[in-house]
């Protein structure tokens, strides 16, 4: 019953090996310009799926489901038959013997490594802080979220003690960014019009969302023009906007900030990113924020075989400035070292160095507000709101999901029901002490 | 900021107050009976929301997402101003003081009590074997499922072990019900093509799917010629069925049936529902599966103020047989009742007796294979499958899921992959030791 063409591809004889590490952008990117050729890739995750993070606030906001916004890497690269795909653990690099090692299992061999494994929240040390106010990286924290969300109006629905309705009704939302201003803007919209419609003891004005922000202003990245208007935006929408605000202690239902101190029903994180903690796999030293240095054809600095991508590496932009933690840098440096690799194993020719090209920059406060930063021109509103939602359904990996996103979305704009409340009935689900450790 | 027209609906003096406990189908459309009516409506759920269970097995098996066939009960009950939600455990009943008892917060009283808490799957006095072998009655239990399907492929794929590969590519449906059968399908289906195309390191050969069931024949609530057909396709899909099989033991790994040990990495449990615990609330026998005897216009037999709807009563068709425990029965007695109480609380007039209906009998085996028994006459095959998908697409709560999950099953017909192939990340997800625990 083996079909035709179904072989086994492990590494070959003389067949180069690649492996990458990280299924995210730019490990997908990078996999996929590989697909199909004469180089053995194999792809190890510690996930099974590839997550469109962009839209993970949505997931929190019970407006998209998991799925539609996640897709199995397996299906992503199943139709390159030269790509294994592992769902498996890295714990180690062995640059002199050429192996990464596996929490389970035995080490995977390569001749080219490539790391690609993203970047994660950080608590600056504040590591007790990630259980009370988790972050937006992956599908468990989005319905840990949700969940939250959904049940602290429940419950304010149900008490009686005016104190506490008002702290159930409170969201708190941590760091300025475009995460942390998409998520205050949904939970706006979220919430004005749930208790508007489907509770009963609930009344509207008892209903708060605060942004509190370390600087003097949000969004930090965007010109100072387009994040005034998205802080007008978002007071509209009845997010109160805390700027010059520092958090001092998070608790279980209280944020102390400025010296003040909120009682609230949900706390989340979006203050900040670092690396992921492969830097250490290879005995060196990350900068800014854990990231690996890189030369300019993405090899790791000081090291030969081993390639880094994405959030974990620190690339230089055209100015010897940083690259920012972005989609799209993650998305353009794996094509390139994809097709660089491609060249360098199969044609034996050495690639031009990598060139970061910026399509813009954006963040979305709420129904019919966007802002767009092209550098050279910048865009604000209804329109650009729509922009977004264009780009964004069709970044999604294939049609189904541009399909199922843009329907709901279109229902959602036209009744403003939020489709996924749905509250998960393993009341033992908790946030895990680390992302580092295996999630399956 | 309080909108007219949204005036808090306790129970006010004069008004009399119908509690509903559950929300499924029989709740859920008693509830929308009573609607904008001068009766005040209280639904007690210990989840927030509705769950369509008939396509549960596709959640459990990658084809949808748990939000496509689950809706919050506020969302569906939020148009009427005279209904409330509370998401509450509901611990026992006082009908002399006429209220409910919550597991937190102060009892509800009532004038008119509505018991449709439904069933839960029966393990025969095994309850060890839950944990093991999960039915499909919660999204959480079809996501444990969907987790250890996926997990055991992907382990499958890693190990070089050749016994454990065919262990963990085998998994055992206990139950030939129509569950049974449309899991035992659909595994068969996701597999079969997941192998062919995905996997490098498996063969389709290893893969098995294995139906138990103790009696002489599956599907026995069908006609036999349907129930042979249904047979014959499922082992043309692949699946082994093996009858007159009673199971002796479950493990973690293993099913000991007729005999035999069968190895294995994942098992459903589908053999047998019995009521919820309500029964005992009242104080009465259950009977037939703990299922509370009612009389003909649904109040519970021997007590006055009470009725009990769907699967968890006990109500007799019209030669004096008892009706099944099915979503059609559940949900033209919750209509039913919804306007007799209505009648007897509005008009002061005494309803006509509960009448049923029956609509037809459905189980769908897999792609282009289905069953349906009319009575006077039956059907089977791909026509029978297509008025499967089209009754199914009707029976949803809305235009949105409607169309969510039509063009999902359209891509599926059209492509064989599955979208919603999604591990779960947290690891420490288990299946509840008994479904009465506060599932929030």
């Known amino acids: 019953m083996v079909e035709e063409g179904t072989t086994t591809t492990g590494s070959l004889a003389g067949r180069p090996h690649v492996v990458i590490v990280g299924a995210g952008f730019a490990g997908l990117a990078c996999a996929r310009e590989l697909g199909n050729t004469e180089i053995d890739v194999t792809v190890v995750d510690r996930r099974n799926h590839n997550l469109f993070q962009p839209l993970l606030y949505q997931v929190a906001t019970a407006a998209l489901s998991p799925a539609d916004i996640s897709e199995p890497i397996r299906r992503t690269l199943g139709r390159y038959r030269n790509i294994k795909v592992a769902l498996a653990e890295v714990v180690g690099v062995d640059p002199a013997a050429k192996v990464v090692h596996l929490s389970e299992g035995e080490p995977i061999a390569y001749n080219k490594l490539v790391i690609a494994t993203g970047s994660e929240y950080n608590y600056f040390g504040h590591d007790d802080w990630r259980a009370h106010a988790p972050g937006l990286k992956t599908i468990h924290e989005a319905r840990l979220i949700r969940q939250r969300l959904l049940l602290a109006f429940e419950k304010a629905e149900q008490t009686r003690d005016p104190e506490e309705k008002r702290a159930l009704l409170t969201s708190i939302v941590i760091g300025g960014g475009p995460t942390g201003v998409e998520m205050a803007g949904a939970i706006a919209e979220l919430g004005h019009f749930m208790i508007t419609r489907d509770f009963r003891d609930l009344a509207p004005e008892h209903f708060r969302v605060i942004l509190i922000e370390a600087a003097p202003r949000i969004l930090a990245a965007f010109p100072d023009d387009l994040a005034q208007y998205a802080e007008r935006s978002l007071e509209k929408a009845g997010v109160q906007v805390l700027t ?50 890189v030369d300019p054809d993405l090899a790791v600095t000081g090291m030969s075989n081993i390639y880094a991508v994405g959030d974990t590496a620190l690339g230089m932009g055209e100015e010897g400035k940083p690259l920012a933690a972005l989609a799209q840098v993650a998305k353009q440096q794996g094509e390139y070292l994809g097709a660089a690799l491609r060249t360098k194993l199969l044609e034996g020719r050495q690639p031009q160095p990598f060139r970061f090209h910026d399509r813009g920059n954006t963040a979305v406060i709420g129904r019919n507000a966007a802002i767009f930063d092209f550098g050279t021109w910048k865009m604000k509103g209804r329109l650009a709101w ?28 036209a009744t403003r029901q939020r489709g996924a409340r749905l509250i998960d009935e393993n009341a033992g689900i908790e946030v895990p002490a680390s992302t580092e450790r295996r999630e399956t």
């Not at 729509?386 to 959602?412: C, G, T």
């Open 386 to 413: 729509f922009l977004w939602a264009i780009v964004h359904v069709y970044l999604l990996v294939n049609f189904e999901k541009r399909l199922l996103v843009s329907i709901q979305w279109i229902w959602r704009y």
């Open 244 to 293: 010059n605000t520092p958090v001092e202690k998070i608790s279980k239902e209280e944020v102390i900030a400025g010296g003040q101190t909120f009682r609230t029903g949900c706390i989340i994180w979006g203050a900040g990113v670092k690396a992921s903690p492969a830097a250490s796999w290879l005995g060196i030293e990350g900068k800014a924020g854990g990231r690996i240095p």
